[in-house]
């Protein structure tokens, strides 16, 4: 899947896509924009257009196996679909989406950066891996 961390302003987030659990290339950019909001999206890929899609008000049908950490005017919001529902979270702390979260968490939680959280993740989940790239959030409220 991907790993994809967020603490202090930066998200932090892999390369590696993979498909029937092989790897198809650790040289994908997840992050994408769209109507000055940049968006990064771990698990299927036509589900995380979808949920971005769902974001900007079309209607989803049936499930979505996607999550999406959205970015806007430096406020970072967690999107995700369940139940039939579109859900919107705002973060404000560090975080974590994809499958090596848990891996990243830890790391964040033992003073790592997000970046550095990505890569302790590629080291123990196979879904995360190739480039750590980072984008800076400037915060426009406090």
């Known amino acids: ?20 659990g092989r790897i198809v290339t650790d ?7 769209r109507d000055g909001h940049v968006f990064f999206g ?5 589900d995380i257009l979808n949920l971005i899609d769902a974001f900007f008000g079309t209607n989803i049908e049936g499930e979505c196996d996607a999550q999406v950490i ?9 999107i995700l679909w369940s139940e ?3 859900f919107k979270y705002p ?11 848990d891996n990243a968490i ?3 939680d033992m003073g790592a950066t997000a970046a550095e959280a ?3 993740a590629k080291k123990r989940d196979t879904g995360t891996g190739g480039l750590v790239r980072t984008l800076s959030i400037a915060k426009t409220i406090e």
């Not at 899947?1 to 029937?20: H, P």
């Not at 040289?27 to 924009?33: H, V």
């Not at 973060?91 to 979260?101: F, K, L, N, Q, W």
């Open 1 to 20: 899947m991907t790993t994809i961390a967020y603490k202090d302003g930066v998200i932090a987030y892999d390369s590696r896509r993979t498909c029937d």
């Open 27 to 33: 040289s994908a950019d997840k992050k994408r924009e």
């Open 42 to 46: 771990c698990g299927s890929t036509s």
């Open 70 to 78: 959205a970015v806007f005017e430096g406020l970072v919001t967690e």
């Open 84 to 86: 039939g529902r579109l």
């Open 91 to 101: 973060v404000d702390h560090e975080y974590a989406i994809g499958s090596g979260s």
């Open 106 to 108: 830890t790391a964040m």
């Open 118 to 120: 990505v890569e302790m």
